[in-house]
């Protein structure tokens, strides 16, 4: 196996250097109480999915609520149900928060009712995060299945309003169909940022397709890998990144540099109702964002 | 402190029993007159006989209980946990009231007092346990909180139950997460006392310092106890095994046999997982967001959004339980989740207990 | 719900009966402290046990009662081309209920026994789903009211509404019932759907299956620990066959 020997990155001096806040997560809290918040825009990616701006009303917990890419918010619709939607806007965004979010069971067929003024609640943010940090300094591969597209977001959003802290960045981006393509609109946008590489495919491209056909992995192909200078991000179906990872495995890449998303229905994000519990892991606590080394060891998880 | 009397003309001895945990003695006519000072300070809650099974044993509960006479000191275990009165089926964790295109949330998580009187060793651990999850992990509860603190927990010893495991688990002893414990040392008790609520309640009816005698009484009271001990599984080295033994064929024997009808979970003390929904009231005016006790042997536990179950099988979902139990929580809290009890074991109709279900794990590897 | 920005449209409902005791209207009817609200959420075209109109431009009809006459079958195939949504109400709308247990007989002979010189014109009992298509079945004998507002609730948004997948047992847990099995009584609780709250095994009767089966029942294992328990195959049968939710479904062979 290559790579065998690979130092751990343990040399950052900044991060190890910071204090930790040690009051944040053991301080007893109010943990139902949710950000009230207003849909304040709406918009329609495909037939399943809208994306929504949502922002906090009020102005001081606006500023307060900060999050890392890769990170979730608890949806809650006061008197239908709570979701888990990860975050797919960027970070750096203060004034709303962008969620990506497809019709798929009772809170969010409402919420795909709901009108831009609607008011919704929210906890979080909860979980862990793309390791952005880490990934300085270094090339970035930024690989998304179907909805994986949504969590990735943010991650896309951060790399490419930080080019500079990167190196080579390709984002490969591969669904069933064309019309299941999210955020079609922002494509060319991400393309023209200097030293980024975007590529679609789709699996059934039909009628006016120009584009490329295949599976996602096709297009890791042709993309030159220095895998001991490469970090990858893999957010999409278990089935799509079990491959993806795999093919990224042979081509070098250490698993601990490879990063996937979990999808669980949490009910609580707090690692209380163990809903989203895979042996002894928390998708929402320990995850949803896991290594490739700890995602393949949850056994169910792939 | 009130209990230390030392001895005139010997040096001065730091009284035994001083240290996390105080020890006094009560005396036997004292104890009724203690448990009806509980009940006329607070709700009380005791096991009480509710009938009778179909080998003609008695059943037990803890259920409310107003006069000393309903209390039954010498059952065995009780069908159902303590948990429920931590931990309840259904909770309301926040209320909604909708005007005029808004809404205004409401939390409460005021608890009455409450006691529990009559608890066994076993059921202090799973609060232990619980307490691990829902007050010293990240985010605290504090509807278990306001629980925990405002229960008065009086203990006590007892012969070891039927087909329990606790000695595996180290669940027959308890040290801490009381009020009081009493052990039966003839003509009284020798009582743990863990808060000073449950010193002063003591004090009042006449506890009295611990003699040498009443130690040496309380160490051989608990060296009976220990030699009446049946089932002692050694639970060495199980995390590692439930890992070694993912694809056995055991799983899906057991599998089989599951109703997937989450009784196991519900009685018991420790299944905490759950599930969270809102209802909202017919004249759209009001909702409310609740807290159920779910379980992982439930058929619908993994479901997620779209409808995809990751545990589609009764074999996945009891193997599930099995690692949390086992594994999962030793991973986490250092210790497993669950006190050996045989709450389960007892009440599962299809006769799936886990000393059998371990007992075979542990034979399908040994050599 | 305005704070939604959805309007909530006041569906047109319209309730019929067949076959049946007329229990399940009469439960919609039920529940005085939610009446209103619940006759204010949807606009009634059509409910003979509580209203006078008889309108025909209803939205969403509840069927109540199996099918058992050729008129049945005709009115139902009518009520089906005007509804856009049709509800089963009921566990004789949703499987036949107790009137099913009529075709394990001979049909000439059932009618002589009830109807002696003067038998009456009668079909095998049918579900409605056995009849025309059906978007939504409520079981129960009587159906729960708190279900049916929740559901209704659903239906005024128009959002997708789930049942409870799992077994009884769970609410008699919920409900500190002694298990009836451990009593040495016959309960279908552990194969029989939940949402009853489990109100007949807290009054001491074991369950009958009125909701039928909950979903993915291990029959196998629970005929094996109800034989075990001294039940004989007709017993269980004769249960199960109560209410017509295990209809196909036969411990032992025979019946």
């Given at each position: ?7 751990y ?5 900044a ?5 930790l806040?040690?009051n944040?997560r ?11 918040a ?5 918009t329609?990616l ?5 994306l929504?701006?949502i922002r906090i009303l009020?102005p001081?917990e ?9 990170q979730f918010v608890m ?7 709570e979701?888990?939607i ?8 203060r ?6 979010i ?8 409402v919420?795909?009712r709901?009108?831009a003024?609607?008011?919704v609640?929210?906890r979080?943010?909860f ?6 940090a ?11 299945g179907g909805?994986?597209?949504a969590?990735?977001?943010?991650a ?14 390709h984002i490969l ?5 064309p019309d299941q ?7 060319e946008q ?5 030293g ?9 491209g ?7 056909v ?8 042709r993309i030159?890998?220095?895998p001991?200078r490469t970090?990858?991000?893999v957010?999409?179906?278990?089935v799509m ?7 990224l495995?042979?081509?070098?890449i250490p698993?601990?540099?490879m990063f ?8 609580c994000?707090m690692?209380?109702?163990c809903r989203c519990n ?19 060891n949850?056994k169910?998880?792939? | 402190?009130a ?8 040096p001065?001895?730091?009284?035994r029993g001083e240290?996390f945990t105080l020890y006094?003695t009560?005396r036997?006519e ?5 448990v009806?000072?509980i009940?006329a ?5 005791e096991?009480?006989?509710?009938g009778?099974d179909r ?8 259920l409310?209980?107003e006069r000393?006479e309903?209390?039954d ?9 303590a ?5 309840p089926f259904r ?5 909604y009231r909708?005007?005029d295109?808004?809404w205004?949330?409401e ?5 009455e007092?409450?006691?529990l009187?009559g608890l066994?060793s ?6 232990l ?7 010293r992990d990240w985010y605290?509860?504090?509807?278990y ?6 229960t008065?927990i009086l ?9 329990a495991f606790?000695?595996s ?12 414990f009493?052990?039966?040392i003839g003509?009284?008790?020798f ?10 309640l003591i004090d009042r009816?006449?506890a ?9 009484r309380?160490v ?9 001990m049946q089932n ?9 095994l439930l890992d070694i033994?993912f694809k ?7 599998g089989?046999?599951c109703?997937?009808c989450?009784?196991?979970a ?11 929904y809102?209802?909202i009231?017919?004249?759209f005016?009001?909702?409310a967001k609740?807290r159920?006790?779910h379980a992982?042997?439930?058929v619908?536990?993994?479901?997620v959004a779209?409808?995809h ?20 929580f ?5 210790e497993p ?5 045989n709450r ?6 299809a ?5 059998d279900v ?10 | 719900?305005?704070?939604l ?9 319209a309730v ?7 229990g399940?209207e ?8 939610t009446?209103?609200p619940?006759?204010n ?7 003979r046990?509580?209203?006078t ?9 509840f069927?109540?009662?199996a099918?058992?006459?050729?008129d049945e079958?005709?009115r139902l195939?009518a009520?089906?081309?005007?509804a856009?949504?049709?509800?089963a109400l009921g ?13 394990a007989?001979d049909l ?9 010189r003067?038998?009456?014109e009668t ?8 009849v025309?298509p059906?978007?939504?079945?409520i079981p129960g004998c009587?159906v729960?009211?708190d ?7 659903h ?5 997708p ?8 047992c769970v ?10 099995m451990e009593?040495?009584?016959l309960?279908?609780?552990?194969i029989?759907r939940?949402g009853?709250?489990a ?6 009767l074991?369950c009958?299956?009125?909701r039928g ?8 294992e ?5 034989r075990?328990r001294?039940?004989t195959d007709?017993?269980i049968n004769?249960?199960?066959a ?10 032992g062979g025979?019946?």
């Open positions: 196996m290559k790579n065998l020997l690979l130092p990155e343990v040399t950052k001096e991060e190890m250097a910071e204090p806040d040690f944040r053991s301080r007893l809290m109010n943990t139902h109480r949710v950000f009230k207003e849909i304040s825009s709406i329609q495909t037939e399943k999915e809208k929504f701006h009020d001081a606006r500023q307060r609520f900060t999050f890392l890419p890769g949806v809650e619709v006061p008197g239908y149900g979701v888990p990860s975050i797919a806007g960027s970070a750096s965004n004034g709303f928060i962008e969620l990506c497809r019709r798929a069971g009772m809170v969010t067929s919420l795909h709901a009108k003024g609607a008011r609640g929210l979080g943010p979980g862990t995060s793309f390791p952005v880490m990934m300085k300094d270094h090339h970035v591969l930024l690989i998304a909805l994986g597209l969590p990735l977001r943010s896309i959003l951060h790399v490419t309003e930080n080019r500079s802290d990167f190196r080579n960045v981006y591969g669904t069933k169909s393509l999210l955020f079609d609109y922002q494509y991400w393309r023209r940022v200097d980024v590489n975007l590529s679609i495919i789709v699996e059934e039909g009628d006016g397709w120009t584009g490329e295949g599976l996602v992995t096709r297009l890791l192909d030159p890998i220095e001991d970090y990858a991000i957010c999409g179906p278990p990144f079990k491959f993806v990872c795999n093919k495995g042979e081509l070098g698993m601990r540099r996937v998303s979990l999808e669980r229905r949490m009910h994000g690692g209380k109702c895979i042996g002894s892991t928390f998708t929402c606590k320990d995850g949803p964002v896991f290594d490739y080394w700890t995602a393949i949850l169910e998880a792939i | 402190m209990c230390g009397t030392a001895t005139r003309g010997r001065p001895r730091r009284p240290g006094k009560l036997k004292a104890f009724r007159s203690v009806e000072a009940l300070g607070s709700e009380g809650v096991p009480r006989r509710v009778t080998h003609g044993k008695p059943i037990h509960q803890f409310p209980v000393f309903d209390i000191f010498s059952y065995d275990t009780t069908e159902f946990s948990k429920t009165y931590f931990l909770e309301r964790l926040s209320t909708f005007s295109g808004d205004e949330q939390t409460r998580y005021r608890a007092p409450r006691a009187i066994h076993c059921d202090i651990h799973a609060l346990k619980l307490d691990k999850v829902f007050a605290p509860s504090p509807y909180l306001s629980r925990r603190r405002n008065f203990g006590i010893d007892h012969d070891p139950c039927e087909g606790c000695r688990l180290g669940t027959d002893t308890v040290t801490h997460g009381f009020d009081l009493l052990t039966d003509e009284s008790y009582a743990a006392v863990g808060s000073d609520r449950g010193l002063s009816f006449g009295r310092p611990i003699t040498d005698e009443d130690s040496h309380y051989a009271e608990r060296k009976r106890i220990a030699a009446l002692d599984l050694n639970l060495n080295n199980l995390p590692n033994e056995s064929p055991i799983w899906e024997k057991w089989a046999k109703l997937s989450g009784t196991c519900m009685v018991c003390p420790t299944c905490y997982c759950h599930g969270v809102e209802r009231s017919m004249d005016q009001e909702g609740i159920q006790l992982c042997t439930l619908d536990f993994a479901v779209g409808g179950n990751f545990r589609p099988t009764p074999e996945s979902r009891l193997k599930y339980r099995y690692y949390h139990q086992h594994r999962g030793v991973e986490q809290h250092e989740k669950c006190v050996g009890c389960c074991g007892r009440a599962c109709l006769g799936i207990a886990p000393v371990i007992r075979e794990l542990q034979e399908e590897v040994a050599p | 719900m305005r704070y920005h959805i309007d909530s449209p006041r569906p047109r409902i019929f009966d067949f076959t049946d005791c007329e399940c009469l439960q919609l009817a039920n529940k005085e402290e009446l209103v619940f006759l959420a949807v606009e009634i075209v059509n409910f046990e509580i209203a109109g008889a309108g025909e431009d209803y939205e969403i009809a069927v109540e009662g099918i058992s006459r050729s079958v005709e195939k009520i089906r081309g005007k856009r949504l049709l509800v566990s004789c709308a949703c499987f036949g209920g107790v009137n099913r247990m009529k075709n007989y000439g002979a059932a009618n002589a026994e009830i109807y002696g003067t038998p009456k079909l095998p009992v049918r579900s409605v789903k056995e025309v059906v978007d939504l079945e009587p729960s009211k279900e049916v507002e929740r559901i209704v609730r239906l005024v948004l128009d959002v509404f789930a049942f409870h997948a799992y077994p009884v609410e008699c847990k919920q409900r500190f019932t002694t298990c009836l009593k040495g009584q309960c279908l609780g552990p029989v939940a009853c709250e109100p007949c095994p807290a009054g001491g074991g009958w299956g009125c089966p909950a979903e993915a029942p291990n029959l196998e629970f005929f094996a620990l109800a075990e001294g039940f007709q017993e004769e249960r199960m109560f209410f017509g939710g295990f209809e196909g479904v036969v411990v025979t019946r």
